[in-house]
């Protein structure tokens, strides 16, 4: 950079990446902060590509049109390092601040983007947790309100439906062999499906996702029922779906059934 003595010194101190590039998207130009944050020397970046650390299938080519229209550009993305590491970054561009030379300044929103993350993840938990204690409150309240076992399991069905959104809620008990789960009651089962969902049980084994909730006693989720080795193939040839949750029915340790 043609810059005073008191520019470069700033630029050099700057924690901000600083970059310079020419027409081509050629990096002519950086300060310490972009070398660090890039993973290269500047002699090392001086003549790479802005495309070269940027995600596959950006399309930087109409991106970079509409900002040389423009003049200038702010936004995030991910800069991908020759290590292969990815940075999140937050970005200003300011186009032809001298002729055939461009600006970008850059900072590294890592901390931000981990803490939004952890955010996130905190709140979706406590989501969980709220609606699993609506749901065992709901369970609670519909065990007490009737005897009839068939139509207590289509109420639990119908409030599990409800408490995780789900499209369709099955409640299955196992034969005497431990081998197939014939259902019992149902939720929201598809007009479609109704026959086939009252006559044809679920294999436990030979379906490893059904053995796995029942030999470790726990719910098992999919969300690529067709991609997954586990499901099987014929059940889901009878039942096509995408996304699926099987919670084993217990008694005194033991798996009867599941929903």
Known sequence: MSSPPESEALLAAARDAVLVVDDARIFVDANPAACRLLGLSLRELVGRRLDDFL????DIDTAWRRFLETGEQTG??????????VRHVEYGATARFVASRHLAILRDIADRKRAEAERAELLRREQLRLRETETLLAVSRTLGSTLDPTETMRRVAREIALALGADMVGAYMADTAQESLWPVAGYHVPPEMLDAFRRIPIPIKNHPAIEEAWSQRRAVWTDDMPGD????????RQFPHQSDMFVPIRVKDRPVGGF
């Open 55 to 58: 995600e596959p299938g950006v």
């Open 76 to 85: 995030e993305l991910k800069v991908i390092r020759p290590d292969g590491q």
């Open 229 to 236: 080795p586990r499901v099987d193939p014929e059940a889901l």
